[in-house]
């Protein structure tokens, strides 16, 4: 199956889209990599979607790729003796370790740390910032509060701390129980939720071990302030607008959207943009003009992917949202004004080839480049400088193949490596005619290491003709 776009899709599965039929529907409308919620659901769920999805992929014949995307630290405040409570602008509101049922003027949380990192003069925002409270007095176990907006609360609403560094750690008991899990089943691509700091990354890595790759989620301003460290540790990112927009001024969070796709861009590493992308397609069958620009920003940016969430997960139209979010992707790539930018070669082999290549598909019309790889690493370097043409990834390693479909631009396809130069050839050519990228008298560009077989040893640059 030979998408017409480069941008890729990830959905996330749910009680939407839990059936056999529905998560085919959701591959067949565009759906490249399947993204499961572990703050949701549980281990069976998990499991049968895994499964479903490994069938989907024999049948198919394509690689799928999955994300397991870890709950982390939720900050929530207790419950209420009614359920729910009035605020007044201006009143005093109190917040403790106590965990009685709150009333009109406090409630209870079992987050100690918030009490050890706030300070007088600090914003806590609570119901993803529906309701505002300033600092007034902090003590080791409560802290007091004035309401600056808001008219009510009700029951476990989130808690978020805008500028304060917490000190928590981004992996839970149940994160690491989640993340053993995902590993057991062989899930490609590790999530990491509440990313401060660049050691969080390195703890991640630590206990998924070899084989499971890390996307780093930007929730917290904190992780911008090491954003560059975090991007070289990460295997991804992903820009979650959500939290990062209730602890962020809104106005701040398309400047930093950009900011992070052009570093990932510069590295090389695949970025997500996600949250709310067409949110309205929650309850309706179409979305808000805003919600269109909003994806076609993001491509035009140059994200790797684009996640879709409740639209799928819970909505009533997911295979609709996933068509739209397609339809989008290939407007926007069609448009003459859509000029994904080659970040600047670094001084390797793989880099001088891949823009090489790049320039050699431009110069000659070839119809794809195509690349072999058993990490899949040159792969992402010829995604990286963003070909006017298709890359067809092929490796030898199916976890490999599984995350490149989260790739920009790439097509993978699980096959046995290269033995010889002329059979390196020769499967390229027959590849690219039997996916769909090149017929008989076009051309295709190959990029591969000698000796075959070897990780990191791209150096040889070929152009073929097919008979």
């Known amino acids: 199956m030979n998408r017409n776009r480069q941008t890729k899709i990830v959905a996330t599965l749910g009680p939407a889209t839990s059936s056999h039929d529905t998560i085919r529907a959701l591959f067949e409308a565009g759906t490249d990599v399947f993204r499961f919620n572990m703050s949701h659901g549980d281990r069976d769920q998990w499991r049968q979607w895994w499964t479903a999805l490994r069938e989907l992929e024999t049948s198919s014949a394509r690689p799928v790729g999955m994300i397991a995307d870890l709950q982390g630290p939720k900050l929530r405040i207790g419950e209420f003796r009614d359920a729910s409570v009035a605020l007044e602008r201006g009143q005093e509101f109190r917040i403790d370790l106590d965990p009685k049922p709150g009333d009109e003027a406090r409630v209870g949380s079992p987050h100690a740390e918030i009490f050890a990192a706030v300070s007088e003069g600090d914003t806590i925002l609570l119901d993803d910032g529906k309701v505002m409270l300033r600092v007034v007095a902090c003590g080791k176990d409560h ?34 129980e989640d993340l053993a899990f995902a590993r057991e089943l062989g899930v490609e691509w590790i999530a990491l939720s509440f990313v401060q700091r660049p050691e969080d990354i390195t703890e991640a890595r630590s206990l998924a071990g070899d084989g499971v790759n890390i996307i780093a989620k930007l929730e917290k301003p904190a992780a911008i302030d090491s954003l560059e460290a975090i991007v070289d540790l990460a295997d991804g990112i992903m820009v979650a607008r959500g939290d990062l927009g209730v602890e962020l001024r809104p106005e701040e969070v ?91 070669p670094e001084a390797t082999g793989a880099d001088a080839i891949s823009a090489a290549a790049r320039q050699v598909a431009g110069t000659l019309g070839a119809s794809a480049i195509v690349t072999y790889s058993v990490s899949g690493k040159t792969t992402l370097r010829a995604s990286r400088v963003r070909p006017e043409v298709p890359i067809l990834g092929l490796t030898p390693n199916i ?44 051309s295709i560009v190959i990029m591969a290491g000698v000796p075959f077989g070897t990780p990191g040893a791209t150096n040889t640059l070929h152009v073929a003709q097919l008979d």
């Open 143 to 176: 802290v007091t509060t004035a309401v600056e907006a808001g008219e009510g609360l009700s029951d476990h609403k989130g808690l978020n701390l805008p500028g304060v560094r917490l000190p928590i750690a981004a992996l839970t008991p149940k994160d690491r």
């Open 399 to 442: 976890a490999a193949a599984r995350r490149l479909a989260l790739a920009w631009g790439v097509h993978s396809v699980h096959t046995d490596d290269a033995s010889s130069f002329s059979g390196m050839v020769e499967r390229a050519s027959i590849l690219a005619t039997r996916e769909g990228f090149a017929r008989s008298g076009e």
């Open 254 to 344: 398309p400047g930093v959207q950009k900011r992070v796709i052009r570093m990932c861009r510069e590295a090389g590493k695949p970025v997500i943009v996600a949250t709310q992308m067409l949110d309205s397609m929650v309850f309706a069958p179409s979305p808000s003009r805003a919600e269109v620009t909003d994806v076609a920003t993001a491509v035009y940016d140059g994200a790797d992917a684009l996640m879709l969430s409740g639209e799928t997960s819970v909505g009533a139209f997911p295979v609709d949202a996933v068509s739209m979010m397609g339809r989008i992707m290939e407007t926007v790539e069609q448009d003459p004004f859509y000029d994904p930018q080659a970040g600047a």
